[in-house]
């Protein structure tokens, strides 16, 4: 259980630095590098549309996790509420224990021993 709360809270970005349609860098933990081709070295030299487009892109993929873990018994309908009790009811019913203690080779006795089979064979457990 501890498992799914922490798998169902957990958030995490990627930044990822794209040179045209190129994947250059990506990051998980920080800020992707740069390629070292920035704008203004464009701009200077080309008077094109890469001046309003933009050769270089940074963009950043995030997941966030669930932020609010409290479900009220409320909110559930009457179907998933008699889930939730019989649920419960059979589970607390399940491990309740005996009244006496069964012991169910109680009336076997053991076989007889002929000759020791572990001196024979010798095979000792150590």
């Not at 933990?29 to 464009?42: I, P």
């Not at 080309?46 to 001046?51: E, G, I, V």
């Amino acid at each position: 259980m501890a498992i799914v709360v922490l798998l169902s809270t957990f958030s995490f970005a990627v930044d990822q630095h794209y040179c045209g349609d190129v994947l250059v860098d990506f990051s998980f933990f920080g800020k992707a590098e740069s390629c070292g081709m920035e704008m203004q070295q464009f701009s200077e030299l080309y008077d094109d549309s890469l001046d309003k487009k933009g050769f270089c892109e940074d963009q950043t993929l995030a997941i966030a996790g669930q932020d609010d873990l409290k479900i009220s018994f409320e909110k559930l309908s009457s179907e998933q509420q008699l889930f939730v009790v019989s649920f419960i009811y059979s589970y607390i019913n399940f491990y309740e224990g005996f009244d006496t203690k069964i012991v169910p080779f109680r009336d076997y006795s053991p076989p007889p021993l002929i000759r020791d089979v572990q001196v024979l064979d010798q095979t000792f457990l150590i």
